[in-house]
């Protein structure tokens, strides 16, 4: 028999218990959040057809998609031929891959379920995406996303109830110095459209999204290798190097469009003037583009300032998503916080709670069958009261049950033997000091609820 090397796939995790129990409390706070600004929770399956995830998210991000391939035969109806590419090859043995992110899938959802949900929909979901990205610091192929979305209006008030929340949940987690950075994709396509370069408005959008990777003059020069003139990028320079809202606003005084999105930025930005959010701070960023196709309004991301890792989410307004499904004219709008990264900005500047590993209560230690059978009865009643208990599964030595009790962080290790059962007795020993003591039976639920 061939030996097995056990490991994982490039960008895949396993995660420990003691991991699982933080990644938990990140969820739960997430979740409390939510639901205390009314969004009910559902999900979709983690496998779509490729025509619903295929053009939603540019070329790049369709190079990232995880595709499946088809059941059974998946060549035997391949047209093969001399013009045959990778591309035209993939479309013929895949219809189905892994899903990119949550809001596409939601807006399938939506379409699917209109007649059955109530509009405006507030829903959120909390489930895992894929990428076929290049793995590195905080970006992995397989990822949680926690999702939340308003469907079925196109009002303001969505956008400041998303950057409350993103506020809420950071300020919870006690995560410092973080810039809610907002822009609105109608302020870049009147940038592109003074630019005069509307056709190549994905592109532009794309590289900027690169900015604080590769740096001002490195957009420029990936965007001059694209084609984007000179002069473009003399206006472009122009718009990035602006200090505020206000000089934006001049430069775009010729588009229309343009001035729709700055009137909505304004609105928004001048009402958390006057109701400030708790920790986070919300600022304008003229260079943030979201490179997602379907966001067409206000756009959001979540930087923090104390780690080098990307950003802790983002989201947006999109008009058009669900027109792709067949319904026409539903605006929705949503956020997205990276799990995983707030993970690891939890970890990094220690913000996990001291108590966050919740260790077991109580071990039953195995003297033999019928001692083991006596304590069931006492095992059931102490968990039907909420405390946690583990009966050792075999009559090993002593000792061995006591290392496992103490490597597995175990409050109390009750002893009941033969002796023990027929005096009415047992002896609790509390792992932490090492103090041993008998006690009566029946006194064992009120020892360990009352410490």
Known sequence: MTIIKPRLPKGMRDFSSDVMQKRNFIFKNIRKVFESYGFSQIETPSIEN?????????????????????????????????????????????????????????????VQNRNKITFPF??????????????QKGRFREFYQCDVDVIGTNSLLCEIELIQIYDNVLSNLKIPNVNICINNRKVLVGMVELMGESQSFDTIAVSLDKLDSIGIEGVKNELSSKGIGKDALSILDTFINAKNISEVSSLLQKSKIGCEGIQELEFILNLFEKQPLRTSSLVFDISLARGLDYYTGCILEVKINDVNIGSLGGGGRYDDLTSNFGLNDVSGVGISFGLDRIYLVLEELNLFPKNITKNIDVMFANFGMEEASFCLSLIKDLRDSGISVELYPDAEKIKKQMNYAN???????????????NRGILSIKNMASGEQSDLKIEALKNKILNG
């Open 122 to 135: 507030k829903r959120y979901q909390m489930q895992n995406v894929w990428r076929a990205d290049r793995p």
């Open 50 to 110: 490729m025509e619903t995830l295929s053009g939603k998210y540019g070329e790049e991000g369709d190079r990232l998609i995880f595709k499946i391939l088809n059941s059974g035969d998946y060549l035997s109806k391949v047209d093969i031929n001399d013009n045959i590419n990778s591309k035209s090859l993939a479309k013929q043995i895949s219809n189905r891959g892994l899903r990119y992110d949550l809001t596409v899938p939601f807006a399938r959802f939506v």
């Open 407 to 421: 490597n597995r962080g175990v409050k109390y290790v009750v002893l009941i033997g033969e002796n023990e059962i």
